[in-house]
């Protein structure tokens, strides 16, 4: 049986320039206990249960700020709200890859050239 690595969420967060507040925490902590993979809605109930000041906006926005950094990923799911886990998925990392190929495109097109960032 192998454990999961112990992060440092506060830490993770500050990195990509989030805060990590309580209703934060308790998004993170649902998701990453969470077997399967949740809606918002289900997010929210589960995090109202670790910090009852967690809003469904604070969730939705939350979840959104952990996507563009590809620290979890949505599954949209027909008739059905978009099921959320931590990580980014195959295919979130494609789109990813595709939209940057087609920024520096465009970016070239007009006579710049993107030049890569390290994380820091």
């Not at 109930?45 to 990923?73: D, I, K, M, N, W």
């Not at 990813?96 to 920024?103: I, K, Q, W």
């Not at 520096?104 to 006579?111: H, I, N, S």
């Amino acid at each position: 049986m192998t454990t999961a690595p112990v992060v440092d969420v506060p830490s993770l967060l500050a990195r990509v320039g989030m805060r990590a507040t309580p209703p934060r925490l308790a998004i993170w902590q649902v998701l990453h206990d969470a077997d399967g993979e949740p809606d918002a809605v289900e997010l929210l109930r589960r995090a109202q249960c670790l910090e009852p000041r967690t809003s469904l906006g604070t969730v939705y926005r939350f979840l959104r700020e952990l996507e563009l950094h590809g620290l979890a990923s949505s599954r949209p799911v027909a008739h059905e709200r978009s099921r959320w886990r931590l990580g980014a998925s195959a295919e979130s990392t494609s789109r990813n890859t595709e939209a940057v190929a087609a920024v520096a495109r465009l970016a070239a097109a007009f006579g710049y050239r993107l030049v890569p960032v390290a994380n820091v």
